[in-house]
């Protein structure tokens, strides 16, 4: 397995679908958080993302060089030296039609890794209590399948590739605020960062959900305004605290 040496100049332009830790493995660095979203080169960048899974194209991300170390082996002898890949959490709650959290479904996932080392291998095979299915992801994980035999459905992951919602910066606030409620159940149409008229739609259909609910003692449910398929700054606080980030 090989790992791109660090940029001469330390700089690296984020691709789409790239967050701290997939960009860290690439380059070798097991603790990215503490490696290289702590370096002190990075701060600019973090003020601005502030969470390290939500990068846009495009962002530039400090990579410090590699720092010798030396291990003391014996003579004569074949040694293997292996550098891990770290692990995130992925988790998903599964809803039925009516809303209700589907219980101790079997399931199957496939995972796809990026180079830079990890592999995935299937932990659980059934949602909790809640609906919720946990699996621990390699953090060059990319892609993927989520399989569930009982329902005869399929659908695929992107991993990764989750935009910021900038106010000041419209194709990425639209398209951000698309892959959120796509994910969430409203379905907005094409994730292309335009705001056409199936966009404009799931929006209405998320604040007035926000409307009909949030006096419901549910503490992820804001106020997000008027009901008029804006994507505005209370919209914007309502979708991410709803979502997660």
């Known amino acids: 397995m090989s790992r791109s040496r660090p940029p001469d100049d ?5 691709e789409d679908g ?7 493995a690439a380059y070798g660095f097991f603790d990215w958080d503490h490696d290289v979203w702590q370096h002190p080169q990075n701060a600019k960048l973090k003020a ?26 014996a003579t004569d002898k074949k040694h293997k030296f292996k550098v891990k890949t770290p692990k995130e959490f992925l988790r998903i709650q599964v809803l039925g039609v009516d809303g209700k959290p589907l219980s101790s479904l079997d399931y199957v996932l496939e995972i796809h890794c990026a180079p830079g080392g990890g ?18 992801l390699p953090s060059t994980a990319t892609e993927g399948v989520l399989i569930f035999p009982k329902l005869q ?20 606030l639209i398209r951000g605020a698309q ?10 149409g094409e994730i292309d960062g335009l705001e056409g008229p199936a966009t404009k739609s799931a929006v209405t259909a998320f604040q007035q959900f926000c409307v009909d609910n949030k006096d419901k003692s549910n503490p992820r449910i804001l106020d997000c305004g008027a009901v008029d398929g804006i994507i505005g700054p209370q919209t914007r606080a309502a979708l991410l605290k709803y979502y997660g980030c």
């Open 48 to 73: 601005l993302r502030q969470d390290p899974r939500v990068l846009a194209a495009g962002d530039e991300l400090f990579i410090p060089p590699w720092e010798e170390k030396k291990v003391s082996c």
């Open 18 to 24: 790239e967050w701290v830790g997939s960009i860290a």
């Open 153 to 172: 459905h399929k659908m695929a992951l992107r991993l990764g590739f989750l935009a910021p919602m900038d106010l000041e910066d419209k194709p990425n």
């Open 179 to 188: 892959q959120r409620l796509l994910a969430i159940g409203f379905h907005p």
């Open 119 to 136: 592999k995935y291998e299937q932990k659980n095979k059934k949602t909790n209590g809640d609906g919720i299915l946990e699996e621990l």
């Open 10 to 14: 330390g700089k690296h332009l984020v």
